[in-house]
């Protein structure tokens, strides 16, 4: 079944504690992308990555980083997380370059709480 | 920024009759538009959508209405069903950039 995968779906952690959120897709997407959620904000695009070693800064990249050394893996990194980070967090990859494709596949969520 | 909008936050609409959402855009290079459905719980689901040198394009049951003169996207759901009642996003894309939405429309169907 073809999917984006995110874990963990829901994680509690506190303030300066280092997280990792992985995503990954069996699509072979070349692009991917996290995004954030916060009521009334809607989405906003935190990274993206256009193919294997390439990635780019969204609208709020402050604060996290990511790593694309593999094709189906989009791992979001919080170095030092803080309560202002607490949103819900989703990972997307679609077959076009810039995410231009009818190809659009979103993760179910993860949940961050920072306390 | 923020160049991606709807109008309205809530929209409620009878079981059966027709649904529009509505959203503007600011940004006159945007040049490909999707639309999104979120059911509670659940991540954005790609609906239909459209590039900037077409008006019009259907899918079942839905039709995406593109008016690049006004800067406007609309949505539009024939015979609402229970199982549309979610949050609706319109999002734009320029090209080699990522994309923007909007901050969604939550739709209603009453029985």
Request: aromatic share 10%.
């Amino acid at each position: 079944e073809a999917q984006v995968t995110q874990n963990p779906r829901y994680l509690i952690t506190v303030t300066g504690k280092k997280l990792t959120v992985t995503c990954s897709q069996n699509m072979n997407h070349e692009y991917m992308s996290w995004y954030r959620q916060d009521p009334g904000l809607g989405l906003r695009q935190i990274y993206y990555s256009m193919n294997v070693e390439v990635t780019d800064k969204g609208d709020v990249p402050e604060g996290y980083k990511v790593s694309r050394k593999e094709k189906r893996n989009f791992p979001l990194i919080l170095e030092s997380p803080s309560p202002n980070q607490t949103s819900l967090y989703f990972c997307a990859s679609s077959s076009g370059t810039s995410g231009r494709s009818n190809e659009q596949f979103f993760g179910p969520g993860t949940r961050l709480t920072v306390l | 920024g923020e160049s991606v909008g709807l109008h309205l936050p809530t929209l409620s609409v009878q079981e059966g009759d027709n649904s529009i959402i509505n959203c503007a855009y600011s940004n006159s290079a945007s040049d490909y538009f999707i639309w999104y459905k979120q059911e509670s719980g659940k991540g954005p689901q790609f609906i239909i959508d459209i590039r900037s040198n077409m008006d019009k394009r259907q899918g079942q049951r839905v039709t995406v209405l593109l008016n690049k003169t006004v800067k406007h996207l609309s949505l539009q759901i024939a015979a609402t069903q229970p199982g549309d009642s979610a949050v609706y996003f319109c999002a734009e894309n320029i090209e080699a950039d990522g994309l923007t939405f909007g901050k969604g429309t939550h739709l209603i169907i009453q029985p």
